[in-house]
Protein backbone atom coordinates (compact mmCIF):
# COMPACT_ATOMS: atom_id res chain seq x y z
CA UNK A 1 0.00 0.00 0.00
CA UNK A 2 0.88 3.88 -0.67
CA UNK A 3 1.79 5.81 2.65
CA UNK A 4 -0.95 8.29 3.27
CA UNK A 5 -0.78 11.92 1.19
CA UNK A 6 -2.24 15.27 2.66
CA UNK A 7 -1.65 18.53 0.62
CA UNK A 8 -2.70 21.18 1.63
CA UNK A 9 -3.81 23.97 -1.04
CA UNK A 10 -4.02 27.59 -0.80
CA UNK A 11 -3.54 31.37 -2.92
CA UNK A 12 -5.82 34.03 -3.90
CA UNK A 13 -8.65 34.52 -5.14
CA UNK A 14 -8.40 34.33 -8.86
CA UNK A 15 -5.11 31.70 -8.72
CA UNK A 16 -6.88 28.54 -10.45
CA UNK A 17 -7.09 26.79 -7.35
CA UNK A 18 -10.14 24.96 -8.54
CA UNK A 19 -8.98 24.28 -12.05
CA UNK A 20 -6.01 22.55 -10.55
CA UNK A 21 -7.54 20.98 -6.93
CA UNK A 22 -9.94 18.14 -8.34
CA UNK A 23 -7.80 16.80 -11.44
CA UNK A 24 -5.09 16.97 -8.50
CA UNK A 25 -6.90 14.97 -6.13
CA UNK A 26 -7.44 11.99 -8.50
CA UNK A 27 -4.31 11.97 -9.95
CA UNK A 28 -3.02 11.09 -6.50
CA UNK A 29 -6.64 8.96 -5.47
CA UNK A 30 -7.49 11.16 -2.83
CA UNK A 31 -10.69 13.23 -2.34
CA UNK A 32 -10.96 16.98 -2.76
CA UNK A 33 -12.15 18.51 0.54
CA UNK A 34 -13.52 21.94 -0.54
CA UNK A 35 -14.58 23.89 3.16
CA UNK A 36 -17.54 25.30 0.47
CA UNK A 37 -18.16 21.72 -0.60
CA UNK A 38 -18.49 20.87 2.79
CA UNK A 39 -20.75 23.55 3.62
CA UNK A 40 -23.08 23.12 1.14
CA UNK A 41 -23.44 19.79 2.22
CA UNK A 42 -24.12 19.66 5.90
CA UNK A 43 -26.22 22.74 5.86
CA UNK A 44 -28.63 20.71 2.70
CA UNK A 45 -28.22 17.36 4.83
CA UNK A 46 -29.35 19.34 8.68
CA UNK A 47 -26.39 17.35 9.97
CA UNK A 48 -25.58 18.00 13.40
CA UNK A 49 -22.44 20.50 12.27
CA UNK A 50 -24.27 22.13 9.85
CA UNK A 51 -27.50 22.84 11.70
CA UNK A 52 -24.68 24.56 14.42
CA UNK A 53 -23.55 26.68 11.37
CA UNK A 54 -26.93 27.18 10.50
CA UNK A 55 -27.57 29.05 13.56
CA UNK A 56 -24.80 31.53 13.41
CA UNK A 57 -25.21 32.35 9.55
CA UNK A 58 -29.10 32.90 10.03
CA UNK A 59 -27.66 35.59 12.68
CA UNK A 60 -25.49 36.86 10.07
CA UNK A 61 -22.62 35.67 12.58
CA UNK A 62 -19.28 34.31 11.42
CA UNK A 63 -19.27 30.34 11.57
CA UNK A 64 -16.54 29.80 14.52
CA UNK A 65 -13.72 27.86 14.08
CA UNK A 66 -15.04 24.93 16.09
CA UNK A 67 -17.75 24.31 13.97
CA UNK A 68 -15.89 24.51 10.83
CA UNK A 69 -13.04 22.52 12.77
CA UNK A 70 -15.65 19.56 13.53
CA UNK A 71 -16.80 19.31 9.91
CA UNK A 72 -13.35 18.86 8.47
CA UNK A 73 -12.16 16.25 11.27
CA UNK A 74 -15.77 14.58 10.43
CA UNK A 75 -14.72 14.43 6.85
CA UNK A 76 -11.53 13.05 7.31
CA UNK A 77 -12.45 10.90 9.13
CA UNK A 78 -14.74 9.12 6.28
CA UNK A 79 -13.16 5.67 4.57
CA UNK A 80 -12.55 7.62 1.16
CA UNK A 81 -9.77 10.24 3.40
CA UNK A 82 -8.10 7.31 4.67
CA UNK A 83 -5.35 7.72 2.64
CA UNK A 84 -5.01 11.21 2.15
CA UNK A 85 -6.72 14.45 1.52
CA UNK A 86 -6.21 17.40 -0.79
CA UNK A 87 -8.19 20.13 1.81
CA UNK A 88 -8.49 23.22 -0.41
CA UNK A 89 -9.62 26.57 1.71
CA UNK A 90 -8.64 25.30 5.00
CA UNK A 91 -7.20 26.26 7.22
CA UNK A 92 -7.77 29.88 7.04
CA UNK A 93 -6.21 30.93 10.09
CA UNK A 94 -3.71 30.02 12.37
CA UNK A 95 -5.86 28.53 15.16
CA UNK A 96 -7.44 26.53 12.20
CA UNK A 97 -4.14 24.88 11.13
CA UNK A 98 -3.25 24.40 14.90
CA UNK A 99 -6.02 22.52 15.03
CA UNK A 100 -5.63 20.72 12.10
CA UNK A 101 -2.26 19.36 12.93
CA UNK A 102 -3.90 17.59 15.77
CA UNK A 103 -6.54 16.51 13.62
CA UNK A 104 -3.55 14.74 11.57
CA UNK A 105 -1.44 13.32 14.72
CA UNK A 106 -4.64 11.12 15.54
CA UNK A 107 -5.34 9.66 12.39
CA UNK A 108 -1.25 9.42 12.71
CA UNK A 109 -0.26 11.85 9.58
CA UNK A 110 0.24 15.20 8.74
CA UNK A 111 0.43 17.35 6.08
CA UNK A 112 3.11 16.25 3.67
CA UNK A 113 2.98 19.40 1.12
CA UNK A 114 1.77 22.95 0.99
CA UNK A 115 1.04 24.35 -2.40
CA UNK A 116 0.64 27.95 -2.49
CA UNK A 117 -0.89 29.20 -5.61
CA UNK A 118 0.92 32.60 -6.16
CA UNK A 119 0.46 35.40 -9.12
CA UNK A 120 0.95 39.06 -9.56
CA UNK A 121 -2.07 40.94 -8.58
CA UNK A 122 -2.62 42.07 -12.09
CA UNK A 123 -3.15 38.63 -13.26
CA UNK A 124 -5.51 38.25 -10.83
CA UNK A 125 -7.95 41.28 -11.48
CA UNK A 126 -7.92 40.17 -15.36
CA UNK A 127 -9.03 36.67 -14.59
CA UNK A 128 -11.54 37.74 -12.16
CA UNK A 129 -13.13 40.94 -13.63
CA UNK A 130 -13.19 38.94 -17.51
CA UNK A 131 -15.86 36.37 -15.86
CA UNK A 132 -18.95 35.93 -17.58
CA UNK A 133 -22.08 33.73 -16.44
CA UNK A 134 -24.96 33.28 -18.48
CA UNK A 135 -28.47 34.35 -16.65
CA UNK A 136 -29.85 31.15 -18.37
CA UNK A 137 -28.11 28.13 -17.97
CA UNK A 138 -25.33 29.39 -15.69
CA UNK A 139 -22.44 28.41 -18.21
CA UNK A 140 -19.09 30.40 -17.43
CA UNK A 141 -17.28 32.49 -19.84
CA UNK A 142 -14.48 34.70 -19.75
CA UNK A 143 -13.65 38.32 -22.10
CA UNK A 144 -10.02 37.21 -22.73
CA UNK A 145 -9.61 33.35 -22.11
CA UNK A 146 -12.90 31.69 -22.86
CA UNK A 147 -14.95 34.23 -24.75
CA UNK A 148 -18.06 33.21 -25.94
CA UNK A 149 -18.69 32.46 -30.08
CA UNK A 150 -21.24 35.70 -30.64
CA UNK A 151 -20.05 38.60 -27.92
CA UNK A 152 -22.68 38.66 -25.22
CA UNK A 153 -24.85 35.18 -26.90
CA UNK A 154 -24.56 32.12 -24.53
CA UNK A 155 -22.83 29.62 -26.46
CA UNK A 156 -24.94 26.69 -24.57
CA UNK A 157 -28.13 28.11 -24.69
CA UNK A 158 -27.96 30.72 -27.07
CA UNK A 159 -29.23 33.08 -24.27
CA UNK A 160 -28.23 36.86 -24.68
CA UNK A 161 -27.07 39.06 -21.69
CA UNK A 162 -24.18 37.08 -20.45
CA UNK A 163 -23.73 39.07 -16.58
CA UNK A 164 -20.82 39.83 -14.26
CA UNK A 165 -20.73 39.22 -10.62
CA UNK A 166 -21.20 42.87 -8.87
CA UNK A 167 -18.26 42.09 -6.94
CA UNK A 168 -15.81 40.80 -9.97
CA UNK A 169 -15.06 44.49 -10.70
CA UNK A 170 -11.09 45.74 -10.25
CA UNK A 171 -11.69 47.58 -7.34
CA UNK A 172 -13.31 44.81 -5.00
CA UNK A 173 -11.21 42.15 -6.69
CA UNK A 174 -8.32 44.92 -5.15
CA UNK A 175 -10.02 45.20 -1.91
CA UNK A 176 -10.59 41.47 -1.19
CA UNK A 177 -6.64 40.55 -2.75
CA UNK A 178 -5.26 43.01 0.17
CA UNK A 179 -7.98 41.35 2.95
CA UNK A 180 -6.34 37.93 1.61
CA UNK A 181 -2.89 38.57 1.90
CA UNK A 182 -3.54 40.07 5.52
CA UNK A 183 -5.32 37.03 6.69
CA UNK A 184 -2.90 34.42 5.37
CA UNK A 185 0.50 35.89 5.24
CA UNK A 186 1.20 34.25 8.74
CA UNK A 187 -0.25 31.42 7.07
CA UNK A 188 2.65 30.96 4.59
CA UNK A 189 5.04 32.23 7.32
CA UNK A 190 4.38 29.02 9.21
CA UNK A 191 5.73 27.10 6.74
CA UNK A 192 8.43 29.43 5.21
CA UNK A 193 11.84 27.47 5.18
CA UNK A 194 10.08 23.97 5.28
CA UNK A 195 10.96 21.35 2.53
CA UNK A 196 7.05 21.31 2.42
CA UNK A 197 6.10 24.51 0.93
CA UNK A 198 5.79 24.52 -2.43
CA UNK A 199 5.52 28.11 -4.17
CA UNK A 200 3.64 27.24 -7.73
CA UNK A 201 3.59 30.25 -10.58
CA UNK A 202 -0.01 30.23 -10.69
CA UNK A 203 -0.07 33.27 -12.98
CA UNK A 204 1.48 30.70 -15.95
CA UNK A 205 -0.75 28.58 -18.97
CA UNK A 206 -2.67 26.07 -17.26
CA UNK A 207 -0.38 23.08 -18.54
CA UNK A 208 2.68 24.78 -17.27
CA UNK A 209 1.10 24.66 -13.56
CA UNK A 210 0.39 21.25 -13.90
CA UNK A 211 3.94 20.16 -14.64
CA UNK A 212 5.04 22.17 -11.72
CA UNK A 213 2.50 20.38 -8.91
CA UNK A 214 3.58 17.03 -10.85
CA UNK A 215 7.21 18.14 -9.76
CA UNK A 216 6.08 19.35 -6.29
CA UNK A 217 3.81 15.91 -5.47
CA UNK A 218 5.77 13.18 -7.12
CA UNK A 219 3.12 9.87 -7.80
CA UNK A 220 3.26 8.27 -4.28
CA UNK A 221 5.73 4.79 -5.02
CA UNK A 222 4.04 1.41 -3.81
CA UNK A 223 5.24 -0.02 -0.68
Given amino acids: ?16 KGTQA ?12 STGDLFRKNLKEQTPVGLMARGFMDRGLLVPDEIVCDMVRIRLEE ?3 SA ?10 LPQADALDAMLRRLGRRIDHVLFFDAKDEVLI ?17 RSFAP ?26 RARLVEYRAKTTP ?14 DAGRPINEVERALALAVPARAEA
Fill in 1 to 16: MSKTLDILLFGPPGAG
Fill in 22 to 33: TALAARHGIPHV
Fill in 79 to 81: EDA
Fill in 84 to 93: GSLLDGFPRT
Fill in 126 to 142: ERIAGRLSCTGCGAAFH
Fill in 148 to 173: PRTDGVCDHCGRSGLSVRTDDNADTV
Fill in 187 to 200: LLERWRGSDRLHVI
